[in-house]
């Protein structure tokens, strides 16, 4: 059911009202801000409407409403308006980010620790491989009749070596031919599709290359998985204990363990989307599913991306919060890429 603008502008005030208030917005609060220009009673009938179409909810018979995850949901895809940064707000992040470019974890993990200042939420970040990354060629250099040195190339024109030592011996005359079955079957291939292959080709190729191929695609795959792997590291996680949705002890105590130590599970954007809300049950993960999540990506360059997020609770003020991470990424990515601060977007 498409919504009347009048909900439209009466889930907005509500919306907007909680996030500063962390109380349910009644009727007499909502007139106000209107003005006059719709009664009491009209704007009574509008809040059941939007409670029964699940986008408010009463906690109490005579309290007011507040947001459902849907709710929040179609305010920040229709209603939210885009948060312009202060002059000072852009020059606090310039200031936050003016970090001598010696360590790049240690670059990425401050901007963790300012981005939680910043919103008073636990923050996290992570450094991941971008798209793809396969094998694009294969190399074996003979040592003697028991060690050889394993040389692959990956798509990204990272180099990668390793000393083999045979498990049965093959001649310095095989390893042409291992070489070129491996250039023709296990190149491109994800490290799933490796190990298909290897268990395709055990009766094709005699046992001590077969021993050889195992040991090469066991290390491939082990290069390509660590390429991908997403290295996550939060702070702040105290700063839950400020919230008032936070007060029961057991909930926190959940959170804060998924902070620490299934971190791994926090979400990134899409590939190819800069960033990602989730809200409230949107998150998989059922130690997110009161929170919502927002997170940024930026380009760190050698075929590496960087994430940096915040959880909260769904009482978030999404159009500031995205603001300052899109505002953050920008000013990383010109760090990493150009050793530039990010462009002043503010307004006087």
């Known amino acids: ?20 208030s962390a109380e349910p917005v009644g009727s007499k609060a909502i007139a106000a801000q209107m003005e006059g220009r719709v009664s009491s009673a009209t704007i009574r009938n509008e809040l059941s409407d939007l409670v029964e179409l ?11 409403r507040i947001p459902t995850p849907r ?23 310039n200031q936050a980010l003016q970090i001598k470019m010696e360590e790049l974890d240690r670059v ?17 970040v992570a450094t991941a491989g971008k798209g793809q990354i396969r094998v694009r060629r294969f190399d074996l250099l003979s040592v003697d009749d028991s060690n ?62 077969f021993l050889l191929l195992s040991q090469i695609v066991a290390y491939a795959t082990r290069v390509l998985e660590e390429a991908v792997r997403k290295e996550v590291r939060t702070l702040g996680a105290s700063q839950i204990l400020k919230l008032p949705e936070f007060r029961d002890a057991d909930k926190a105590h959940q ?12 979400p990134g954007p899409d590939e190819d989307d800069p960033m990602k809300i989730l809200i409230g049950p949107e998150n998989v993960s059922e130690a997110l599913q009161d929170t919502s999540v927002v997170v940024a990506s930026y380009d760190i360059g050698d075929n590496m991306r960087g994430l940096i997020g915040v959880v909260g609770p769904t009482r978030m003020d999404y159009a500031t919060v995205a603001a300052r991470l ?5 000013g990383l990515s010109r760090m990493f890429g150009k050793n530039e601060l990010p462009e002043d977007k503010s307004h006087e």
């Open 148 to 209: 050889c040195i394993l040389v692959l190339m990956t798509n990204d024109d990272r180099v990668k070596s390793q000393l083999l030592r045979m498990q049965l011996k093959v001649g310095s005359d095989q390893l042409p031919v291992l070489v070129n079955l491996l250039n023709k079957r296990f190149t491109g291939a994800s490290p799933e599709e490796m190990n298909r292959r290897l268990m395709d080709d055990s009766e094709l190729v005699p046992p001590p290359l």
């Open 326 to 330: 899109s505002c953050f990424a920008d």
């Open 54 to 64: 699940g986008y408010l909810e009463q906690p109490h018979t005579s309290a007011g």
């Open 108 to 124: 990425i993990a401050q901007a963790g620790q300012v981005v939680s200042s910043f919103e008073g939420y636990p923050a996290y």
């Open 71 to 93: 709710g929040y949901r179609i305010y920040v895809n229709e209603l939210m308006e885009q948060h312009r940064l202060s002059m000072q707000e852009t020059q606090r992040i």
């Open 255 to 266: 959170l804060m363990s998924f902070l620490s130590e299934d971190k791994e599970n926090l």
């Open 1 to 20: 059911m498409e919504l009347s603008d009048r909900k439209k502008q009466i889930l907005k005030i509500v919306v907007e009202d909680y996030v500063d």
